[in-house]
T-cell receptor, first 116, second 115 residues
Framework: AQKITQTQPGMFVQEKEAVTLDCTYDTSDPSYGLFWYKQPSSGEMIFLIYQGSYDQQNATEGRYSLNFQKARKSANLVISASQLGDSAMYFCAMRGFNTNAGKSTFGDGTTLTVKP | SQTIHQWPATLVQPVGSPLSLECTVEGTSNPNLYWYRQAAGRGLQLLFYSVGIGQISSEVPQNLSASRPQDRQFILSSKKLLLSDSGFYLC??????????????FGPGTRLTVL
């Protein structure tokens, strides 16, 4: 079984500052992938970044980076230079190599509010 | 490029009425398809997934059913809606090869309110 825990229901950050959104996971799969999605108020789910369990380096995509600590089973999302448009709900998700049909497990999300 | 469509975008239905939500994917073949429900302010709950035409797996017992009549069409249905069926319904797909590094792509969602 897989489990994703996001312990921060809500976070605030000042515009142009960096923010870290926490994600811890649990799985028995030796190989897995970790994903972050952004959900603005419109409701669409936007894929942000992916980290594979065997990747040696932390993933980065523009202003997004993933702080992957495998021993601690954490995959925190770091957003640098926050913008007002970053205000949204953020979901951490994972999929194990042995997971049937590529199903993903999602956390309950963190609502990020960027203040001007 | 691949696109995923859902309709309707919003729906208000009385308790006890039937439901049909449709999802179609373009630009790919043999995708894995998923239906999720999201309660207000909460995460995504996987309802159904399908790896091929006519192949449906249910994740949770509920008042809903799903069908996949064509390769790129996924339908969520109910014969009689309950108040608890209200929520935001998201359809998603990923590559049929289902490698664990394949992200899921989501449709725009349907907001269902049952009164």
């Amino acid at each position: 079984a897989q489990k994703i825990t996001q312990t921060q229901p809500g976070m605030f950050v000042q515009e142009k500052e960096a923010v870290t959104l926490d994600c811890t996971y649990d799985t028995s799969d030796p190989s897995y992938g970790l994903f972050w999605y952004k959900q603005p108020s419109s409701g669409e789910m936007i894929f942000l970044i992916y980290q594979g369990s065997y990747d040696q380096q932390n993933a980065t995509e523009g202003r997004y980076s993933l702080n992957f600590q495998k021993a601690r089973k954490s995959a925190n999302l770091v957003i640098s230079a926050s913008q007002l448009g970053d205000s949204a709900m953020y979901f951490c998700a994972m999929r194990g190599f042995n997971t049937n049909a590529g199903k993903s497990t999602f956390g309950d999300g963190t609502t990020l509010t960027v203040k001007p | 490029s691949q696109t995923i469509h859902q309709w309707p975008a919003t729906l208000v239905q009385p308790v006890g009425s039937p439901l049909s939500l449709e999802c179609t994917v373009e630009g790919t073949s043999n995708p894995n398809l998923y239906w999720y429900r999201q309660a207000a302010g909460r995460g995504l709950q996987l309802l159904f997934y399908s790896v091929g035409i006519g192949q449906i797996s249910s994740e949770v017992p509920q008042n809903l059913s799903a069908s996949r009549p064509q390769d790129r069409q996924f339908i969520l249905s109910s014969k009689k809606l309950l108040l608890s069926d209200s929520g935001f319904y998201l359809c998603a797909w990923n590559s049929g090869s289902a490698n664990f590094y394949n992200e899921q792509f989501f449709g725009p969602g349907t907001r269902l309110t049952v009164l």
